[in-house]
């Protein structure tokens, strides 16, 4: 699956270039999705103090909405300032769809000679009995589960049938060491959700859980933002170099939202 040069591909080789069988990142450029329906109606729903999340289809399925298409346009117009030899080797996105989505517009706006990767690693954390169901809804339909979550915190709080913080950062844990066991790129952008934007901090920054659950406290990752890490021998520990910037939306005349999930992340 090599291209014939650094900066060409074949038919066969899904889009990647041969910088990509090399071993060692140096760049991780994290994109949080633009805005989904899910994300309006999750948002509409805490508003409105209702119980239920009115989505159109599962969580893998939502799309993107009107202003995170524009958004996604924004982010590739952006990206596609990148100089060539700066620019990521591979793009890999969650396969939900409005991630999925995010990075396809992105891409193509870019004008960037690429096919977007999908890996079932970078989905966002699964909520089990407790999809679809605002703060409220939870509370009063399964109060159990509400006082647990209290008590445990975001971290290791697992709902029936879906999964804990912790269960994330293992998914993670395991996409970084194929970065550096099987070589995804020098540079390599991933498309995917704002907690697993957190996780990936917790992961590569070694926080503690008190530092995670403080920025997730303060902190929202906005949509169609961009998280930089890098680390330019391409082994050792990883740096932060840029979080959650959305400038190029507002520069571009797009609308910058949040959709914040329940910012009640500390255990009790």
Same mark, same amino acid.
Request: aromatic share 4%; hydrophobic share 40%.
């Given at each position: ?9 074949? &038919? ?22 633009? +805005?989904?329906? @899910? ?14 999340? +009115?989505?159109?289809?599962?969580? &893998?399925?939502?799309?993107? #909405? @009107? ?29 939900? &769809? ?44 399964? *109060? /159990? ?13 697992? *709902?029936?049938? /879906?999964? #804990? ?12 060491? +194929?970065?550096?066991?099987? /070589? ?20 590569? +920054? @070694? ?12 902190? &929202? ?11 330019? #021998? @391409?082994?050792? *520990? ?22 914040? /999930?329940?910012?009640?992340?500390? *255990?009790?």
């Amino acid at each position: 699956m090599k291209g014939t040069s650094a900066d060409s591909t074949s &038919a066969d080789d899904g889009g990647l270039t041969e910088a990509v069988q090399q071993a060692g990142a140096v760049e991780l450029l994290l994109i949080r999705h633009g +805005e989904s329906e @899910g994300n309006v109606a999750a948002t509409e729903a805490r508003e409105a103090g209702v119980e239920v999340i +009115e989505v159109p289809a599962r969580d &893998a399925d939502v799309n993107l #909405s @009107g202003t995170g298409r524009d958004q996604a346009k924004a982010l590739g117009t952006a990206l596609g300032r990148i100089a060539e030899q700066f620019r990521p080797d591979t793009v890999v996105s969650s396969p939900y &769809a409005r991630a999925r989505q995010t990075a396809e517009i992105a891409v193509e706006t870019a004008g960037w000679p690429l096919q977007v990767r999908t890996d079932e690693r970078l989905r966002d954390r699964e909520l089990g009995i407790l999809d679809r169901l605002t703060r409220l809804g939870v509370e009063n339909r399964y *109060p /159990g589960e509400s006082e647990r979550r209290d008590w445990l915190g975001k971290l290791y709080y697992r *709902p029936p049938g /879906g999964e #804990s913080w912790a269960d994330v950062a293992l998914r993670l844990r395991a996409v970084l060491a +194929e970065l550096n066991s099987t /070589g995804m790129g020098q540079r390599v952008m991933l498309v995917c959700h704002d907690a697993v934007i957190m996780l990936f901090r917790y992961v590569l +920054e @070694g926080l503690s859980e008190k530092e995670l659950l403080d920025l997730a406290a303060r902190e &929202a990752i906005l949509n169609a933002s961009l998280t930089k890490f890098v680390r330019p #021998s @391409g082994v050792g *520990p990883w740096t932060l170099e840029s979080f959650n910037v959305a400038d190029h939306l507002a520069e571009q005349g797009v609308e910058v939202t949040q959709h914040a /999930g329940d910012t009640s992340v500390r *255990p009790r």
